[in-house]
C-alpha cells in the first residue's frame, strides 16, 4: 500500500534524510587507499547514533551492519568487513538512518583515488540518470515516467541497467510500496501523489546488466566482473514537484 505522509511525519523524514546525507559527508574523507571497508562502518555508526538516529539497515532482515558496502564489480548490499580499499577503486556506500521511526536512504559511488577515464564516465552518467528521473518526479506523473527516464539516458550511453533491483518508497520502513525500476514505459505504473515520499537510484554497469547473489545471501554482483556504480536519494512529491530529503 502507498502511503502519503503528512507534514509532520515528512519533518522526521527530513530530518532522518539530512542525517544521512550528513553522514555521507562525514564519510567522504576517510574513503581512501588503505582503509577497511569495516572501519567506514564504525565510523557511520558512530557518528548516526550521535544524532540521536540509529543504522536503518543493521538489523533489516538480519543485514548485519550499519552500511552496505560495495566495491567495483559489487551493485549493492556489499558488508562492510577486512577488505581494504585500493587505488582505482570505486566503492558504493548505502547509507540508511532511522529518527523517530522514520528512515532516510542514499547511496552514492565514490572513486579511491585515480579511476579510469571509462569508469569515470560510469560514475558521471550514473549519477545524472538519477537526476534524468527526478525531472519526472510530479503529481499526476506515474512510476513509469520516472523509470524510463533513466532506462532511457542509460542507453544513450551503452550502460547495462540491473533490473533485478529498484527504488522504492520509504516511511517508517526502510522499503514501502511503491516499487520503482529504473527501466519502464511512459505513462505506466502508481501516479505520483504530493506527499509521496520515494527512494529513486539507478544501478548501472559498465557491462552486461545481468547480476549473481553471493553465498551471504545479500551481495550483489555483476555476472560478467564489470564494475557498477549506484546513486540514490530519497524525495517526496510536492505540490510542483519534488524535494530531495538526502541532500543539502
Known sequence: MITIKSPREIELLRIAGKIVYETHKYLKPYIKEGIKTKELDKLAED????????????????????LCVS???EVVHGFPSDRVLKN????????GACYKGYHGDS?????VGEVSEEVNELLKNTEQALY???????PGNRIG?????IETYAKEHKLGVVKELCGH??????HEDPEVPNFGTKNTGPRLKEGMVIAVEPMLTLGRPDVYVHSNNWTVDTLDGSPSAHFEHT???TNDGYEILTGE
Do not use: C, H, M
Not at 47 to 53: H, M
Not at 107 to 111: A, L, Q, R, S, V
Open 132 to 138: 534524468e528521473g527526478l525531472k519526472q518526479v510530479k
Open 71 to 73: 566495491i567495483n564489480s
Open 169 to 174: 518508497g520509504v516511511g517508517t520502513s526502510v
Open 107 to 111: 547511496g552514492w559511488t565514490y572513486k
Open 88 to 95: 582505482g577503486d570505486v566503492v558504493s556506500i548505502d547509507i
Open 145 to 149: 515516467d520516472v523509470s524510463n527516464a
Open 47 to 66: 557518528f548516526i547514533r550521535s544524532k540521536g538516529a540509529t543504522p536503518s539497515f543493521k538489523g533489516y532482515e538480519g543485514f548485519p551492519t550499519a
Open 235 to 237: 524525495i517526496v512529491v
